[in-house]
């Protein structure tokens, strides 16, 4: 199977003050209104113009208000356009992230990881597996401590693969990725059962389900990180999906 190659986003300079990493008020304004216009035309064969249009216009506000999108280059307009029309069914998934990041308190936004660069990054958020990070829509929760060159390279190399996952996928994308997972585990439980008891059954089936899934295997083999160490040894492909990034570089 071949994949379509998107080179990671550069984050801004460190060096660069946070205060100047923020759209402006009439940014927000203008994404609100296009995201709004799109949702609403999207949604409108269906019946839920009202819907899509709230959805588009609340991810346009927040992302145009923080600057998330790179308006200069075809790749950011692109993942505006596509996050309001194509995907907006994931882009209502970021803004479900949005609200429980902000109820646990504390989300930590991560500027550097988010200006211009497409996604929503948070050093927190919603995490519901400690030490893994989590996207919904163009949202990454639980990116830690991105100072450290490793966090920081999880979310250019890998979860930002699956921001645009959810973009090129669009409404398949969940039931494709979760899909999987369901059926990875009763697989990876048979086969624990009639093969690989000498391995943690947790081990194996988390192997099938998710290390396996193929929208993984094509963030981590972006990552650079195939094999997973986790990874049950004699389970799956031993080369990588695709390229690394870093090897692009």
Known sequence: ??????????????????????????????????????????????????????????NGVISGRRGIYDWSTAKGAGAFVLDSTWSLGNTATSLVAHALGAIRGRPDFQRRLSFRQNRHVYGRGFQPRKGFAITLGNVINGAGDTGRARRAKLVTDHEDVHVWQSRWFGPAFAPLYVGWMVGGAVVGAVLWAVARRDEPFGKVVESCAYYLNPFEYWAYSRDDYWPPKRLVEGLGPTRPAVRSFASFR
């Open 1 to 58: 199977m071949s994949y379509r190659t998107v080179a990671p986003s550069t984050p801004p300079s460190p060096h660069v003050a946070a205060r100047n990493m923020n759209g402006s008020p009439t940014e927000a304004v203008v994404a609100g209104v296009g995201g709004g216009l799109l949702g609403a035309a999207v949604t409108s064969p269906i019946g839920l113009p009202l819907v899509g249009a709230a959805v588009g216009a609340a």
